[in-house]
């Protein structure tokens, strides 16, 4: 029996908002959004953009932060019975996040998901009203993404068969090609359509878990 793995981003994926652009809009002084147009651009990646916007934030504190999170926060409708086919079928899921882990922790806490792996940059309120980023899965050898997925994915390789990857933004792009099936939407499936990878569009986890049950659709990566 194949030892397959699933690896999913976290905001715009299982989370439908991006949780940290809100976060930024809501506390972070209106320069913050030249700073999100570099990063867009590929001027700069979030192991420079975080400290940045993290300076913009101030008179703030953990828990302001964290109902503001919650509140825009949900979960793909779909994904709660995409973990139980998962498990079901013996799959290990795991999500790899460029975003920040407080708020990924208490959304999957209030979601009952609690054991589900996760990996994402680490938020310390290192004084009452300024919050400051660190990056525990960086890459030495790129200096662009605070958690670099891409190794991660590498380090796991050993031990699966297959590896599936969900995601729709930048931090995806460069992961999903270590990955041997693609789902994508947004940002991730222009650029897989930009670059001729071939990968499986969806929209919600519903599609995903149709793909995936389908037992005429293989694991392999397919062009459609």
Known sequence: MEKVLVVSDF?????????????????????????????????????????????????????????????????DPGFPAFVAFCRARGYDLKVISDGLDFYIEAVLERDGLTDIEFYANAVSFSAPDRIAVDFPHLNERCAKCGTCKSAL?????????????????????????????????????????QNGTPCSPYRTFEDILRMLADRDIPLEASGS
């Open 11 to 75: 905001d715009g994926t299982i989370c439908t908002a991006d949780v940290g652009d809100g976060l930024n809009a809501r506390f972070a002084a209106p320069e913050w959004r030249e700073i999100d147009r570099a990063y867009t651009r590929g001027e700069i990646g979030s192991r420079l953009a975080y400290p940045r916007v993290a300076a913009l934030m101030q008179g703030i504190t953990r828990e302001q932060m964290l109902a503001f999170a919650l509140r825009q926060a949900r979960i």
């Open 153 to 193: 994915i590498e380090r796991f390789r050993p031990d699966y068969d297959r590896i599936l990857y969900i995601g729709d933004g930048h931090s995806d792009v460069c992961p999903s090609q270590r990955a041997d099936r693609i789902f994508a939407k947004g940002v991730l499936l222009e650029k897989c359509m």
